[in-house]
């Protein structure tokens, strides 16, 4: 059986009737009846090839595999530059960054954040796992983790200098503005949500551990880490000044700058 089966070597008859599972509604389920006698023949070329399984006498339905052929073959028509065998691993979507030159477009994957995952996932009451609030509080935080370089190092650092001895020389003049002012703000993030969620966040957030790892890690009970997570995400919402709505005086206040003594003046028009 060949899983990673690509495109090129299937029948056009044979990719539109696997592009028809696809695009079912009902779990990329195709009844058998619904199938002429030509598309029952190239049905079996898909079964052969372990895209497609019979689920009963009726039905049949999209394997793993079926799957991600459908996934290479959507990264391979889009002319994307991500590999499709690496792409269909991936949650991919679009999102618009703001650089200096203005807006661009750029291809994440959001399978890559758990908070990513948490935000798009909904609860019994409809209501997503995590505010939007939280999402962008998280991921601010997870940004200046990033340009603050905490990360542990896993490979050699082949850029430092090495001194004459053989020792690595003082490399904190390497240290950029941009990233002791980042280390700055994620230890104010963190000494203002305490010492009680700045562990959680970490994980989750910039080590990007899933609710399942942390709790196994930490002795917590079953989806106990949740609940302190949208606790530890409100605290830093706060610290960043995020809330789900603004609310704001009807009327600023009026602020001047008159020197000592002086007064407005109201000019009467006389020559009404």
């Known amino acids: 059986m060949s899983k990673g089966l690509s495109s090129q070597q299937l029948s056009k008859p044979a990719k539109r009737l696997l ?4 695009q079912s509604a009902d779990s990329a389920t195709v009844a058998l009846a619904a199938l002429s006698g030509a598309q029952k023949k190239y049905l079996e070329k898909l079964i052969a090839n372990d895209l497609v399984r019979r689920s009963d006498q ?17 990264l391979e028509r889009s ?19 703001v650089l200096p030159q203005g807006r661009a477009g750029v291809t994440v994957n959001d399978a890559e954040s758990p908070l990513a995952w948490l935000a798009r996932r909904k609860g019994r009451d409809g ?47 390497t240290f950029t503005e941009g990233m002791i002012a980042a280390r700055q703000r994620v230890r104010h993030a963190l000494e203002a949500v305490g010492p009680e969620f700045a562990g959680l966040l ?27 997570l949208q606790l530890g995400l409100e605290r830093l919402a706060r610290h ?21 003594a002086a007064m407005f003046q109201v000019a009467l028009d006389t020559e009404a």
């Open 127 to 173: 209501r997503p796992l995590i505010e939007p609030v939280h999402f962008r509080a998280g991921e601010r935080l997870r940004v200046d983790f990033t340009r603050a370089q905490l990360m542990p190092r896993t490979t050699s650092n082949w850029n430092a200098p090495i001194a004459c001895d053989g020792r690595t020389s003082n490399t904190s003049a």
């Open 58 to 74: 009726r039905t049949c339905a999209l394997t793993a595999a079926g799957r991600a052929h459908l996934a290479r073959s959507a």
């Open 202 to 228: 970490l994980d989750l957030c910039c080590f990007l551990q899933g609710l399942e790892n942390i709790e196994h890690a930490r002795g917590w009970p079953s989806r106990s880490a949740k609940v302190v």
């Open 19 to 22: 592009l028809s599972f696809g």
């Open 240 to 260: 960043y000044g995020l809330r789900n709505e603004a609310h704001g005086m009807a009327h600023a206040a009026v602020r001047t700058w008159l020197a000592p």
């Open 79 to 97: 002319g994307s530059a991500v590999d499709p065998f690496l792409g269909q691993h991936l949650a991919l979507a679009e999102r618009q960054v």
